[in-house]
């Protein structure tokens, strides 16, 4: 909460009184008896990428899919506290879990596209939402999104052909292209270089950097110079604690805490 | 001397070697400089492989020479067998004993020659099955051959008329018997297609139960009951579907009027069914639970439920796998002996109606085959004929199941 307040009033010092999409109060999760997130509290702004780093196993990913509730899926898996999407609970009795996906998209660690067609593969979130009554709309939401993706040049005399035929690189943006076919306002980013080499690595980089201009990213990465080249803010976890939040700049120049200051250095982690 | 005592004989010295290959390992790996040297154990088994091998040899070609036609008379045959062989035996076992224990030092490489006999053990076993199912092929082979020689060929593959009953002597009056096995054939294909259309959906679904929506709780409790149902042992499922599901079915058909005999296609083709349901079942859980959960991640990541997942990316998916166990299954029907057995019956009706009494392939071969047969006749040699194809239907069907596996594989990876 401290660190919000401060974070807060850097923003207003600023002049860049940026509106938070999502803000998260004192979350805890548990996996059957054990506590994976403890008391966790940030808030994410609006049109910005926000990164998440820290040692592995300190719940990066468990934060993540607290947002758009994946952990629901997971057997055992319980969460309280707050996380208020525009305003509203997301863990609140009204909303539907199935439709917040729809509206908070996700990106995972190893590119997972679907054993169809590319076309098919872009289509899938359309179709299953009605996004497209016709042929001809589908056509339109599947082409905008492969040029959002920046993937239009490489597959689009291929777009009947398997997905999974695409390299690795081409599978992410493909797995973006899918997520940004259902038109979310958030897309979350499980590590989504890890599988890339450092060519593929920029052009998706690139492509979440453009992607800010509409929507908010919030992405996991264990790449310290990632962190720094492509987003605002950044928080930094350890053992299922956020211990420091805030300007990307300030937190890897300046930090305040002497463990930010020991993982970023790579004393530990 | 005969055979059991030779064996015991042999055991023993074969003990004896082990104990003293060990023993004689034992003082030269002491005194040996060498880092790493074969445990004494395996200098022991080194030696039981030298006192073993060569009588075991010896043996197999003795065997092998007596049953060659070899022209000789029975007294001096007896004496070789007698006397001759179990000498030759025992002279290439202590042979053997004695030249392995001679050549024991820490430098000769046992590990070796035991990893050649386990290698030579493996190899024989599979040969051996691999012979085996070659020998019934030919068997059945001869067999046919020696059956179309008395019926032509045109009458069994297209004959509508199936009654195999021949006469016993030449003057007495009855049938000549007739091998029309069409209506065999469609009789099996019916009470499969039944089979199926009960154990492809109730299979498939508790499948997908079972992974998708089921706690881990709840599908460990379950999951082993199914496999408990895949042991009851088809005969029980036979009586249940003679003296219960066939009975029940006719006494429905009475009540509202429809005619059905109670030894019904569709009384044994349910029963069959309800018996392939965990094969089936549980061939789909493994192959739904190998999709990767990157998928299903993918799926409901982008907001999709969980039948929509199920439908739209799981199946999917699983496809190539859920048609090669359906394939699989469908062969197992074709095979199914003990259910049709009891409750189809040996009416042999060429008709598409379920509710009649149709008789299957492997029931007639049953039917063939109990009681007092003479070997050459014509009734008993189209029992090979009859598993011949039958033979041949399932490799096929088992066949087509590899290749649409492998090309719905190539599609997807
Ligand atoms: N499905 C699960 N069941 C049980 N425990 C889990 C599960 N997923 C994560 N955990 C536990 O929660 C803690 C946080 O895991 P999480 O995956 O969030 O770490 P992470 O920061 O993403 O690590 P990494 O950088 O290695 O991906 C870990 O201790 C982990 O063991
Ligand atoms: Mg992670």
Known sequence: MQIQQIDEQQAARQ?????????????????GDNQALKHVSLDIPKHQITSLIGPSGCGKSTYLRCINRMNDTVDGCRVEGEILLDGVNIYGPE????????????VFQKPNPFPKSIYDNIAYGPRIHGLAANKDELDEIVLTSLEKAGLIKEVQDRLHSSGTGLSGGQQQRLCIARALAVRPDIILMDEPCSALDPIATAKVEELIDELKE????????????????ISQKTAFFHLGEIVEAGDTEKLFTSPSDERTQGYITGRFG | MSFYPLLIVLLLMSAVGYWFGSKKALGAVRKSSSFITPRPHQFGLYVVIWALVPPVLLGALWVMLQMTPLQMETGTSQQIDRIFFPILVLLAAGGGLYISILRINPDLRVRKTIEGLVYIILILASIVSILTTLGIVLSLLFETIQFFKKVPMTEFFFGLNWSPQTALRADQVGSSGSFGSIPLFTGTLLITFIAMCVAVPLGLL??????????????AVVKPLLEILAGVPTV?????????????FRDVGDSIGIDIVSESALAAGVVMGMMIIPFVSSLSDDIIMAVPQSLRDGSYGLGATKSETVRKVILPAALPGIVGAVLLAVSRAIGETMIVVMAAGFAANLTANPLEAVTTVTVQIVGLLVGD?????????????????????????NVIALIVVRKYREKYD
């Open chain 2, 373 to 397: 047969q003479e070997f050459d006749s014509a009734k008993t040699l189209a029992a090979f004929a009859l598993a011949l194809v039958l033979f041949v239907v399932t490799l096929c069907l």
């Open chain 1, 95 to 106: 909303v539907d879990e199935v439709l917040l996906r729809a509206r908070v998209g996700m």
């Open chain 2, 206 to 219: 508790s499948a997908v139960y079972m992974t998708e929506y089921a706690s881990s709780k709840f599908r």
């Open chain 1, 15 to 31: 002049g860049d009184a940026a509106e938070m999409i999502i803000k998260t109060r004192d979350v805890d999760v548990f996996y």
């Open chain 2, 236 to 248: 029980v499922y036979g009586f249940f579907a003679a003296l219960t599901v066939g009975v029940f």
């Open chain 1, 214 to 229: 509409n929507y908010t990213i919030i992405i996991v990465t264990h790449s310290m110079q990632q962190a720094a080249r």
